[in-house]
């Protein structure tokens, strides 16, 4: 049994003493900033012009720590990553967990760091928060929520509904790292310790392609659960176009190839936490892909097919041998808590 | 992954669809009967690069997708009884039975465990020392012999809380089975795995008696169309002989040392299958001597399992190549890999499941 002091009990989430200790020691001391300091019940935003975007989604991810990443970084870089996408500069992050009796205040307070390391990086404060510690069994460790809102600059206009015949579209890096990561891991698969999940903030990286290419880029999604395959699938029916795509030009690290050809799981299906799908003008895709190339976030990027005016919703693989299929969304998911 | 990317080599793949396009020059049908032979074909799209004239059929070759239903009400018995864990590995789980699934029973509190290999049961078994682990053996030659290997590791460190399930079949009786009907087969498409343990000798009888084509094929792209074009060659003479395009894995007499361990555990027993009903010595029980580590004498069994009840699910039909999964009326519609209703759909490697994912529809 371990010290009821280094582990987070009820007491934590009672609302008294011990609730405030652990606001301060743990949360406060690393997520420190003038808006979340004073504790209030909601943080004051001021009001720009223009729009907001707003997301939410809640993490659950097991392992929580994983090669590459851990849940803490996970839930600010998805719901940064989740903003990025409509083109909005993230503002502020909500954090909410859910805690499960006993788990170590030191696995706790990893995960705070995380956060803490991931919203810097990302240049994001946590401005409010929440706790709830609940009996044991009653959740598997510790469940984070966070929520975030950005604000999207005049006249930036992405969305699926963008996307048109023509557009070039293009993967920002490699393709399944986060999905074969944490399933290696939860499974105890042991590939030689050479996967790595992705998770990475991808909004510095679309702050700069959208200031440089304005109405360059129609839309971007980052392919998280589902993968590439299911991402592609979902934005060819809702911007009732076809695609191409060329899976030789798909870059997939090495190691994660390997590790799916071992495992019988189809690459595409897999989750990313830190790419994103970008569907572009391509009168300016070989400079967004130079752009792309010259920045952390999208190093290995690739010009992997092209929207077509076929059929809505028809995505056609052309495989690396040289054969054509159809590729289709992930049903019946065989890896639950991916993230 | 070196070895691999030879037998990806998109030049030789389109050269060998070029010369299968010239072999096949009236219409030819051939059966593969491997479930990775299915997935693959579909995965690297190669059905894209036969030529119109050649279809190929998938045959009973994906374990799950042949496990009758019986077969699964066994094993939900065995899970409903609470000093047991069972084992097994992850398709089988959502297969549904007369009375629901595994995945079912689970969520009612039942103990069933997805493994990767018979060794993880072990394993399970060592840390769950007041429960019965029943590992429930599903596959072909291809997966016995790890199967057998775990048994008599058991039986070695004298485990008294391991038993297996068996539900394992072996091919040649199912394909006689096949063949001795009208199958309007013009080649088979031999499954890799299987004759790596029993050899390309094995699969004589069915050149002979049947007058058919036989083709052993690997399962990278390469291999597939290798094998393909050398059926087409070999269907195009009429001649009944079988070829072995895979020997970089598969001997004349097999993996015989393999097989003497699968032997020593196992006895041939009549199985059913789905869609085909019993046939004789085409399933592998555990020996009298290794009683203690066979589930179905460890535990009480209801002899009789109701009927099915009738979904319409045409899974037997499509394993025999008597239909093809769009020809079902649920296909892709109340049948989709998330809410599957036969075996075919619930297999990664089933045709129902292949022509779904990849887009057949
Ligand atoms: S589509 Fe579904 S119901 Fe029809 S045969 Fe296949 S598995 Fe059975």
């Known amino acids: 049994m371990e010290n009821k002091k280094d582990c987070v009990t009820l007491d934590h989430g009672s609302g008294g003493l011990a609730a405030r200790e652990l606001v301060q020691e743990v949360f406060l001391s690393r997520l420190n900033n003038s808006r979340l300091a004073p504790l209030e019940d909601s943080a004051v935003l001021p009001v720009a012009n223009g729009r907001l975007a707003f997301t939410t989604d809640s993490y659950v991810v097991d392992p929580l720590f994983f090669p590459g990443g851990d849940i803490g970084a996970l839930a600010v870089n998805g719901t940064v990553n989740d903003l990025a996408m409509r083109g909005a500069v993230p503002l502020a992050l909500s954090l909410g967990l859910i805690i499960e009796e006993g788990l170590p205040l030191e696995v706790l307070e990893r995960v705070v760091d995380s956060i803490a390391a991931a919203a810097e990086t990302a240049g994001v404060d946590v401005v409010t928060g929440d706790t709830k510690v609940v009996h044991r069994g009653a959740a598997d460790k510790l469940f984070i929520n966070t929520s975030g809102i950005g604000s999207i600059v005049e006249g930036v206009e992405i969305s699926p509904g963008q996307v048109r015949p023509g557009d070039g579209i293009i993967l920002s890096g490699t393709m399944a790292d986060h999905g074969i990561t944490v399933l290696a891991e939860r499974e105890d698969l042991g590939f030689g310790g050479q996967l790595r999940s992705d998770t990475f903030a991808l909004n510095h990286v679309v702050a700069a392609l959208v200031e440089h290419f304005p109405g360059g880029i129609h839309a971007l999604r980052d392919p998280t659960r589902g993968g590439v395959a299911t991402t592609l699938c979902e934005i060819a029916v809702v911007s009732g176009s076809s695609m191409e795509i060329w899976e030789e030009r798909v870059p997939l690290n090495r190691p994660v190839a390997v590790a799916c050809e071992i495992l019988g799981i189809d690459p595409f299906f897999l989750a990313n936490e830190g790419k994103c799908l970008l569907f572009v003008d391509p009168a300016v895709e070989g400079e967004i892909l130079k752009a792309l190339h010259r920045h952390p976030g999208g190093k290995q990027a690739s010009l992997i097919g092209r929207v077509t005016d076929g059929e809505a919703g028809r995505v056609v693989l052309h495989t690396a041998v040289a054969g054509q299929r159809l590729m289709t969304p992930l049903t019946g998911d065989p890896l639950p808590r991916i993230c | ?361």
């Open chain 2, 1 to 361: 992954m070196k070895h691999v990317d030879e037998y990806r080599d998109r030049e030789l793949v389109k050269s060998l669809a070029f010369r299968l396009a010239d072999q096949v020059k009236r219409p030819l049908r051939f059966m593969e009967v491997c479930g990775t032979h299915t997935m693959n074909i579909f995965r690297f799209g190669l059905r894209s690069l036969f030529p119109a004239d050649l279809e190929v059929v998938s045959g009973p070759g994906c374990p799950v997708c042949v496990t009758d239903s019986a077969d699964i009400d066994v094993c939900i018995a065995a899970a409903e009884n609470e000093n047991v864990v069972i084992a097994t590995f992850g398709d089988l789980v959502r297969v549904p039975g007369s009375r629901g699934s595994l995945a079912e029973s689970r969520a009612r509190g039942a103990r069933v465990e997805i493994v990767y290999s018979p060794i993880d049961a072990l394993e399970l078994a060592r840390a769950h020392e007041d429960k019965l682990v029943v590992f429930v053996g599903i596959g072909f030659e291809t997966t016995v012999p790890t199967v057998a290997a775990a048994v008599a590791q058991a039986a070695r460190l004298r485990m008294d809380n391991f038993c297996v399930l068996s539900l394992h079949k072996v091919m040649p009786p199912v394909f006689a089975r096949l063949l001795a009907g009208n199958h309007q087969l013009d080649g088979l498409l031999c499954p890799g795995h299987v004759a790596t343990i029993v050899g390309r000798r094995a699969f004589e009888p069915l050149a002979l008696d049947y007058g058919l084509p036989c083709v052993i094929g690997g399962f990278e792209p390469v291999d597939i169309m290798q094998a393909l074009v050398q059926l087409a060659e070999l269907a195009a003479r009429r001649e009944a002989k079988v070829v072995n395009a895979y020997p970089r894995a598969v001997a004349e007499d097999g993996n015989s040392s393999a097989w003497r361990l699968v032997t020593d555990i196992f006895q041939p027993v009549d199985a059913q299958w789905r869609g085909l009903g019993t046939i004789k010595s085409s399933g592998l029980a555990i020996r009298d001597v290794y009683a203690a580590f066979d589930a179905r004498r460890r535990l009480d069994f209801e002899t009789e399992t109701p009927a099915p009840p009738s979904t319409g699910c045409r899974c037997g039909d499509v394993i025999c190549g008597r239909c093809r999964p769009v020809d079902c009326g649920h296909f892709g519609g109340s049948c989709t890999p998330g809410h599957p209703l036969g075996p075919c759909m619930v297999s990664s490697e089933g045709s129902c499941a292949a022509f779904y994912r990849y887009g057949e529809h």
